[in-house]
């Protein structure tokens, strides 16, 4: 049950990238239905009007420096995008497995033998489960903010937080013998652990940036938004940090091949890295593609799973 959730998890983090890289974040404008319904429309001539919420498109409007007043009926049509509103839909759907594993972990959790792991792992799974609920709050908050940056920024570091949760659930209730030699690489991997946690908070904040260039520079050249993001602090701490990753990567990975353990981890994780390096610079050099994001994103949850098992795997052998 565990492992579904984690699965789903790292999912749901792909799909929320190509939601955001796709700008449909608001595709669904109200929630939990999406535009008045259960099954969003497909075409515009679908959209029931006496189902829409006049005052949320009014706080968009006001959000965005537009007159509350100019929007009417056909003003909302014309905010109707099918693709949009059906991405959205879809990342919703791909939610609900999340919870469904969740409450089926809670429930299993009980069935464990009695002992100090079962009562772990019913307090995790039922905390497993509140983060869920509380990251679904987020989700509606993040609609109604009229997708808001600090509000998305957290939405992704509670993702985080579930995700080692449910790594440790996960070897909790596994056997795996702990390496003695290990010892002495735990404490570089679980830097790079923080390390790379940190800079997904901060590649979060620079999409934030790029969601707003997408806003406000609509019909542009992506390649032309590097220029801008230069500008920014944050985008230059998020590109420079990168380094330390890799340097400190280097360093793990000639320390396992020098003590002949985890040499497989130690490669994946290098391959992992080094995709990001590519994707990083293509994005800093050629342009801010989108399908290049949704990628960017998405390796760096698998590489925040994996992290979280080998520190975890690792933490055992010093224990």
Known sequence: ?????????????????????????????????????????????QVDLSKINYERFEKKAERLGRDPSTVT???ILENFNPVHTWTEFVNRLTSLPVGFFALGAVVTSFLLPM????????????????????????????????LKPGII?????????????????????????????????APLVWGLLALVVVEGILGSQVRELTDMLARSHKGEIRSQWIWELEQS????????????????MG?????TWKLGIFEKRAKLMTGLVFAMMVMGVILAQVGVYPWVQ???VGVAAIMVTLLCDWSLVLQRARS
């Open 153 to 185: 920024t957290l939405h992704l570091a509670l993702a985080m937080i579930l995700i080692f949760i449910l790594v440790y659930c996960r070897r909790e209730v596994s056997d795996q013998p702990a390496f003695e030699s290990g010892r002495r690489v």
């Open 73 to 75: 009926p056909e003003h």
């Open 294 to 296: 949704v990628l960017h």
């Open 1 to 45: 049950m565990v492992t579904g959730v984690l699965a789903f998890v790292v999912l749901l983090v792909f799909v929320g990238a190509i939601v955001r890289a796709t700008g449909a974040g608001l595709g669904c404008p109200d929630w939990p239905k999406c535009w008045g319904q259960l099954i969003p429309p497909w075409k515009v001539e």
């Open 251 to 255: 360093v793990v990975g000639w320390k």
């Open 233 to 248: 602090a944050v985008y230059l701490v998020h590109r420079s940090f990168s380094w330390l990753i890799v340097i400190l």
């Open 115 to 146: 002992g100090k792991s079962r009562r772990k792992m019913i307090v995790l799974s039922f905390l497993s489960l509140f983060i869920i609920l509380v990251n679904a709050v987020m989700g509606a908050m993040v609609v109604y903010s009229g």
